[in-house]
């Protein structure tokens, strides 16, 4: 118990060390900014709005102490500062957008795994081959139809077929109005279509994933001796080829969060969703508000360091292959 303490406190300090080093480059690229953003934010002042306090004095003077400030303002009072371009602090800006983008990110993956895992695993040692090509069509048709594509199939499909368009994700009377059990349903009855389509093709490429590792696993000669001694059935299955199969596929997950948040933006676009990515790309490609972007960087970097970081517990405890690998048998 010991070891696997000092493992997670390890793991624990080496998460925040790479926020850390996150956090100084995207500051970093924000230094490398068009002098005109800076005197925008000159400018800013001047007219007397607040700002955060990093010291526009000269542009390059006390980096480090600035950046320390921005740190500290992020990690003690959860304070990502003022965005110059809008005009508005960016705790205000993003407000909820960004906690509702990770949900429906996470909840993607969710649905994916649920789906792609036992029908994965099932994919795999199954003798059955018309099953197999069916789930292999599957999964190349979800990977060849884009994102985008699918949500507009679905729009206009639902759109024939009950008269009603899938925008948004409230409902016109729940719109600006403060959370309650009623708009968490509505938005619940509107989340749904998001969360198809990003893991429509999450689920394709897990499915995939995991059929790969669980037919590799399963012809091994471990498993092999293990049928020999009496094992058989889904105690052979589980025990052996599935539980270790599962080490890549939760590893993965860190990566996966990356690439369905990369995936909303587009998907976000045409569901007329005002999204933390719509967000980001407007602050990078439209406005050039650095201060947005790196809020909205560090958030989905600290989202993604954090799932990395569960995953590695959940590795420690599941495979103990790994376990010894790390801390000793």
């Not at 001047?46 to 950046?67: K, M, N, Q, T």
């Not at 024939?160 to 009377?173: A, I, M, P, Q």
Request: net charge positive; glycine share 6%; charged share 15%.
């Amino acid at each position: 118990m010991s070891r696997f303490i000092r493992f997670a406190a390890t793991r624990f300090l080496l998460a925040i060390v790479t926020l850390l080093i996150v956090t100084f480059i995207v500051f970093s690229l924000m230094e490398l900014s068009p002098v005109m953003i800076f005197e925008r934010c000159r400018e800013s002042i001047s007219r007397g709005l607040i700002v955060d306090d990093w010291g526009f004095a000269s542009r390059h003077e006390y980096y480090v102490l600035r950046w320390l400030n921005w740190v500290s303002d992020i990690f003690l009072h959860g304070d990502f500062g003022y965005a110059c371009i809008a005009r508005q602090h960016i705790n205000m800006l993003l407000g909820i957008k960004f906690w509702i983008s990770l949900g429906i990110c996470l909840s993607s993956l969710l649905l994916a795994y649920l789906i792609a895992i036992p029908v994965g695993i099932y994919s795999a040692v199954s003798p059955n081959p018309t099953l197999n090509h069916l789930l292999r069509f599957f999964s190349y048709l979800g990977l060849a139809i884009p994102n985008f594509l699918f949500a507009i199939i679905v729009i206009l499909v639902w759109s024939n077929l009950f008269g009603e368009t899938l925008t948004g994700l409230f409902s016109r009377e729940y719109q600006g109005a403060a959370w309650s059990l009623a708009k968490f349903v509505d938005f619940l009855a509107h989340a749904w279509l998001p969360v198809l389509i990003l893991g429509w093709s999450a689920t394709a490429f897990a499915l995939l994933s995991v059929r790969a590792l669980v037919f590799d696993e399963y012809h091994k000669q471990y498993v092999t001796a293990a049928r020999a001694r009496g094992v058989s059935g889904r105690q052979l299955l589980w025990r052996y080829p599935a539980r270790h199969a599962m080490g890549p596929i939760v590893n993965s997950l860190g990566f996966d969060l990356n690439r369905v948040f990369n995936e909303l933006p587009i998907v976000a676009f045409i569901l007329a969703i005002t999204d933390a990515g719509s967000l980001l790309l407007q602050a990078l490609v439209q406005s050039n508000d650095q201060q947005l972007a790196a809020a909205i960087i560090f958030l989905l970097a600290a989202s993604v360091i954090t799932l990395n970081f569960c995953t590695d517990i959940m590795l420690a405890v599941l495979d103990p292959r790994f376990r010894r690998s790390l801390m000793g048998p």
